[in-house]
């Protein structure tokens, strides 16, 4: 027998790694980096994603009063069933860890118009500050009626997620009495 050397590889095709700390220091500049970037994007989303979703609003209810409820009440409905729905889907199947996550991120999409909206109405940066003078212009209402919308669909949601489990219950069968019957009497 040979004896291995350091550069054949401890499995054949497999090589050691030279210089093994240059993979971890590579892994831990990759991670600050991407840290860094998901940081900075968060400060620059903060600062203009509030902005640029009242403006789309304001633009949608052009002043009216109505029209700003009706769009809450809405968007609060629709993109808090629909996510809800899909997280319950999503956790209520087995499934695998990768597939969960692309619902998850799915059902996070389908409720970015209300957290947007939440970021308006309750950030407390620049950026939220000034979508909630442009809200209060252009789309007066809106943000209340999202709230109300919001809690609809959770009381619809719930209503719904009762009915179906009451559905696929067997139904109950009425329970044999613990006293017996009299006995006819002998003539």
Known sequence: MRARHASEGTQAGTPV????RRDVKRRVIAIVLVLVALVGGYFAAAAYIPRWWSHRIGGASNGAFSTGVLLGIC???????????LLWFTMRRSMR?????????????????????????????GGSHAG???????????????????????????ALVIAFRRKG????????????????ADV
């Open 17 to 20: 790694a030279e210089g093994g």
């Open 97 to 125: 860890w990768k597939t969960r996550v692309m619902w998850l991120v799915l059902a996070v999409i389908l409720a970015a118009p209300n957290l947007m909206t939440l970021g308006v109405a309750v950030g407390t940066g």
């Open 75 to 85: 968007f609060g409905i629709v993109f808090t069933v629909l996510p809800l729905g």
């Open 132 to 158: 909630q003078r442009t809200m209060d212009v252009q789309a007066p209402g809106f943000r209340g009626a999202t709230a109300v919308g919001a809690l609809i669909a959770a009381l619809i949601f719930v």
């Open 169 to 184: 219950r067997p139904p109950k069968v009425p329970k044999k009495p613990k006293t017996p019957a009299p006995q006819p």
